[in-house]
């Protein structure tokens, strides 16, 4: 391996956040019955281990490959979306460029399968002990996050060393991608200035696609479960808005019906809009009860300079306009039920009005029909 002129990593660790829907978005039941409501009431806003194992990991990029040990957990978040995260211990010598190709190729072996296929599994195995037997449709897609540590390399830089010199490259890790495009320099000043790192002589480098990190020792923990909060919050508005999404369908095709049908009122459309409503009210109502809280710096932490790092994760990651979007989907819903009890109330009144005229007409001609 020629490292030469390269930034080499002898000792690192690379973790892999994976978020994907659990099936708990609306019922905490069963989450209740498997890790307890007392654990919930204490962590509700922090991950929740519910699963750990150890694995070896093999890091591929063309000819070069080191095999690692490997820690595996699942981390639980009670409003509804759970991470895989998988702890990948680098001690042997791997080119910075090396780590970004084989993220990027699906080379890394875990347990003997390339990760895709590894968390696919892990993702099947823990939904069924949270929902077991039970036939679940999930939100099918997935949050994927990518954390590198820097420990030990060569050359010995400083952080302000690693940005002038592998400014480039870190920019790259950054933007989840390996092409050979320019960057602009305005692009590099801005993701290397995104720094979220208490101390001068450390840097949590963070960006919508991963971190990169270097010292942060006695903190590194505490910013990893805010991240992984935001990163949950993220994905979970993203599984609110596609149900929303199918209600606002279904509460359009009622309201088409309702301009088509002169008796709107007595077709199943009514039930369906009213249902379409409820199962997007009950999402506002955990947003109000349990995300709100969430998303608010000042509940989740006491900490000044964590407040500070959480409210920059979830503005780098946009989550307040993913919140933004569900919040007017779900006003928007209301005021189309509204509409509609309105045009059907006028069809009830009309009705009702040509109901009386022919009562009205019955009293008057009854006595000529039947004398």
């Known amino acids: 391996m020629d490292s030469k002129g390269d930034l080499t990593i002898l000792k690192g660790k690379l973790t892999i956040l994976v978020a994907f829907g659990h099936g708990g978005e609306l019922d905490k039941t069963q989450l209740k019955k498997f890790i307890g409501s007392e654990t ?11 699963d750990q194992a150890d694995g070896v990991a093999i890091i591929v990029a063309g000819s070069e490959k080191i095999t690692c040990n490997t820690n595996i957990y699942t981390d639980l978040f009670a409003a509804g979306v759970s991470i895989l995260r998988t702890e990948i211990e680098i001690r042997d010598m791997i080119l910075f460029n090396d780590i970004l190709v084989a993220l990027h190729s699906n080379s890394i072996i875990v347990e003997g399968v390339d990760f895709q296929s590894f968390a696919a599994k892990k993702i099947s195995e823990i939904r069924e002990k949270l929902n077991p037997g039970k036939m679940i449709s999930y939100y099918p897609n997935q949050k994927r996050y990518t954390l590198l540590r820097l420990r030990d390399f060569t050359p010995e830089l400083d952080e302000k060393g690693l940005k002038e010199q592998y400014g480039e490259i870190i920019t790259r890790f950054l933007s989840g991608e390996t092409s050979i495009r320019a960057l602009h320099k305005k692009e590099i000043t801005e993701k290397l200035a995104n ?19 270097y010292g942060c020792e006695d903190y590194i923990k505490e910013l990893r479960e805010l991240l992984e909060l935001a990163i949950s919050l993220l994905l979970l508005f993203q599984i609110y808005d596609s149900k929303i999404d199918t209600e606002i369908s279904n509460a359009f095709d009622a309201i088409k019906k309702l301009s088509s049908s002169r008796y709107y009122f007595l077709t199943e459309a009514p039930r369906k809009l009213e249902k379409s409503l409820f199962k997007v009210s009950e999402i506002g109502l955990v947003i109000l009860d349990d995300i709100e809280d969430l998303m608010n710096p000042h509940k989740v932490t006491q900490d000044w300079y964590y407040q500070a790092a959480y409210q920059k994760m979830l503005s780098t990651l946009r989550v307040n306009d993913f919140g933004k979007i569900v919040e007017h989907k779900i006003n928007s819903l209301q005021e189309l039920y509204n509409t509609a009890m309105e045009l059907s109330t006028e069809q009830m009144n009309l009705l009702l009005e040509v109901a009386i005229v022919v009562l009205i007409l019955w009293e008057v001609l009854k006595p000529f029909l039947f004398p």
């Open 195 to 213: 720094d979220l790192s208490y101390y001068d002589e450390d840097f949590f480098l963070a960006s919508t696609e991963g971190v990169l990190i």
């Open 40 to 50: 919930i009431a204490e962590r509700w806003n922090k991950p929740i281990e519910v």
